[in-house]
């Protein structure tokens, strides 16, 4: 890896906002490809964050902040990536169901799923089932995630489903699903295509989706 | 005089005896000693107590000790004093405000996860365990864990000592047999340290002793006491009465007479050399009326731990007691609880220094998985003693604000800078979703800890050519001497 690089990748991995912003600009100035800066330094970086949650040598808010000054990168990146060419790993849609305001989980995972390269479009809380079945028309996911902390609301996560079925859009997406009381057996019973039980875990089975 | 933080931190979290109680227990104990006394079967010990003005019935070998003397000659041991490690880099400070963890002495059994079978202890196993021990980061020196059953019975300290040298760079909790037995241990320290005066200067272990109760010094005991003040060794002498049998079962009366043995022994040493180094330590335990065999493992033990925390403190020593004791043989919930109480009561009651890691079965057996599961227990009780931290990066007022009704506080900078110090984190207790749980085998912490285990390899660096060849010239030696006839 390019030294411009390796610093990029280091401080993501010490969650150094300021610092990923600078480097990237350095990167670009002194010529890197944009394709590299960002598989290379970023998604290499946060993928390292992700093994290092696994062994859990790192904790959740270390992650956040890596996936954080990540993201910060990206945004300056991004317009010249659009410009080169550059494809996403995938599009996602993410959103906790209908009736469940709890946010951290999800956005956990947004973030993380950002940082292994996909475009993620976060839907936020309380999001209805006929809610994600347009999000998937308009934006066209290969993948959509379901998230839900109560044992009451992810009942909404089988609704969710149903409507995405009503609308013709079921065949068209892999559905993930996740959140404290979902398991892999629930998620089977509902006919969603994948359980994680974490946010790392839940890139690994995004990108086996694809 | 302590500064603010030193006062701050010999601030027990946990008491239970009032200044007054301990003042009752003080005295009443000189009262033991000097009405009663103590039987010392040791002669060169009665002349040194006759010539401080002791009292002394030859014919009964019973010594009636002055209160003025106890007081004056308790007032010479040091309120603190260190050990050091084998390469004499880490310091241990023993002392009132501190507490520390070890393992325990004496076990004849050793409990092989592997095959599920207990057997006699060897002296590979007692090198294996001694190399366990040493790797656990929250065991912070190791005392001598058994007694090897195919090392000989007279020298079988030198056998000890000769093998924790080998096996682990921490300060070491040593006991010796004897005059001869204190000589020996400082000719082995004297090869590991380089020199006579390097030992001096970084003591690398101390003698653990212990009186005859009810109130007797045997020969052996009181032998080896004035030969190890006479080398400089920090002692520590540790009464075992057992409330019921070798004390009256009433837990006030057992610790009045444990106080008074533990203080009768410590005039002998201060005697022999005053500012010798002593950890004022007790094993007050009690019977179990169902088999007349001991128990160490209930709450009567943890109250026992809580006084002699107090009384230790009243005199400003050092002091250690079985803090990860217990009764059960299992590593299962019986362990995890009996050892849990005694240590958190022991710890927050300000016991300089908790025993007992590793060990099952009273102090019979070690059990290797447990040493995994005590090292745990040991690192929460830390935890739980460093307390809530209260300033104003704690307080937090200007996160609360930020995040402000309906946010969250994962992804702050506050959280990431600061949950590592504040939050505690498991390093083989299970917090993880019961599917995960379940897909990894369902494990409960002892089988967690036993495949550990097998993946755990010995790493302590050996001693160098000389130095090994040194230390078991002291053994053999000993040996022969042993052997030949007087």
């Known amino acids: 890896m390019h030294e411009l690089l390796k610093t990029v990748y280091d401080d993501v991995i010490n969650g150094d906002r300021p610092a990923v912003e600078a480097g990237v600009r350095a990167a670009m100035e002194a010529g890197q490809p944009v394709g590299s800066i960002l598989s290379e330094a970023l998604i290499g970086a946060m993928k390292e964050v992700g093994e290092r949650f696994e062994r859990q040598d790192f904790y959740v808010p270390e992650m956040l902040v890596a996936a954080r000054a990540m993201q910060a990168g990206l945004t300056i990146l991004k317009p010249h990536l659009v410009q080169a060419g550059v494809p996403a790993a995938g599009k996602v849609v993410i959103g906790t169901v209908k009736g469940d305001l709890h946010d951290i989980g999800k956005s956990l995972v947004g973030m993380m799923m950002e940082g292994a390269g996909f475009e993620v479009i976060d839907l936020g809380t309380d999001v209805g089932p006929e809610k994600f079945g347009e999000a998937v028309r308009t934006h066209k996911p290969q993948l959509v995630g379901l998230s839900a902390l109560l044992t009451t609301t992810m009942q909404n996560m089988k609704a969710t489903l149903e409507a995405l079925e009503d609308l013709g859009v079921r065949d068209q997406v892999k559905v993930m699903v996740g959140g404290a009381p979902v398991t892999d057996v629930f998620a089977k019973e509902i006919g969603a295509d994948g359980y994680a039980p974490d946010a790392s875990r839940a890139v690994t089975l995004a990108k086996s989706l694809l | ?486």
């Open chain 2, 1 to 486: 005089m302590p500064g603010v933080l030193e006062v701050w931190l010999a601030t027990p979290l946990l008491t239970l005896l009032s200044p007054d109680d301990q003042k009752r227990i003080h005295t009443d104990s000189l009262r033991v000693l000097e009405e009663v006394g103590l039987q010392i079967l040791e002669p060169q010990a009665l002349e040194i107590l006759t010539g401080h003005g002791a009292r002394v019935d030859r014919a009964r070998q019973r010594v009636h000790f002055p209160p003025d003397l106890v007081t004056a000659s308790v007032a010479r041991a040091p309120h603190a004093f260190s050990l050091f490690s084998r390469d004499g880099a880490r310091e241990i400070r023993l002392r009132q405000g501190e507490v520390y963890f070890t393992t325990n002495g004496y076990a004849v059994h050793l409990y092989d996860p592997a095959s599920g079978v207990r057997r006699g202890i060897q002296q590979k196993d007692l090198a294996w365990v001694t190399q366990l021990a040493d790797s656990m980061d929250q065991i912070d020196f190791y005392s001598v864990m058994a007694t090897p059953a195919d090392a000989p019975p007279e020298t079988n300290d030198r056998y000890q000592l000769a093998i924790s040298v080998a096996n682990t760079t921490k300060p070491i909790w040593n006991t010796a047999y004897g005059p001869e037995g204190v000589r020996d241990a400082v000719a082995i320290g004297t090869a590991v340290r380089g020199s006579r005066q390097a030992l001096r200067e970084k003591p690398l272990f101390t003698l653990d002793l212990t009186t005859l109760s009810p109130l007797q010094l045997d020969e052996r005991q009181a032998g080896t006491m004035i030969e190890g003040a006479r080398q400089g060794l920090p002692i520590g002498i540790s009464p075992g009465p057992i409330a019921g049998a070798t004390a009256p079962v009433t837990l006030a009366g057992t610790i009045v007479q444990a106080n008074a043995e533990l203080l009768g022994a410590i005039t002998l040493v201060q005697l022999v050399q005053a500012g010798t180094p002593v950890v004022f330590t007790q094993y007050t335990r009690s019977l179990d009326m169902a088999s007349g065999g001991v128990t160490m493992g209930g709450p009567e033990f943890a109250l026992f731990r809580i006084a002699t925390a107090e009384m230790a403190r009243f005199y400003d020593l050092p002091s250690r007691g079985g803090g990860l004791i217990a009764d059960g043989k299992a590593c299962d919930a019986q362990v995890g609880a009996e050892k849990m109480l005694n240590v958190l009561a022991a710890s927050l009651a300000g016991l300089t220094i908790s025993a007992g890691a590793g060990f099952v079965d009273f102090i019979n057996t070690i059990r290797p998985e447990q040493l995994l599961i005590d090292n745990e227990i040991i690192s929460q009780v830390r935890r739980l003693r460093r307390g809530i931290t209260l300033d104003g990066g704690s307080l937090a007022l200007d996160v609360i604000a930020q995040v402000g009704p309906g946010g969250n506080y994962l992804a702050q900078d506050h959280t990431a800078s600061n949950f590592r110090s504040e939050l505690w984190f498991p390093k083989l207790w299970d917090r993880k979703p019961w599917s995960v749980w379940e897909a990894e085998g369902g494990k409960d912490v002892a089988r967690r800890a036993a495949e550990r285990l097998q993946a755990w390899s010995p790493k302590v660096p050996p001693l160098t050519e000389d130095v090994e060849r040194a230390v078991w010239d002291v053994v053999r030696e000993a040996d022969g001497k042993v052997a030949r006839p007087r």
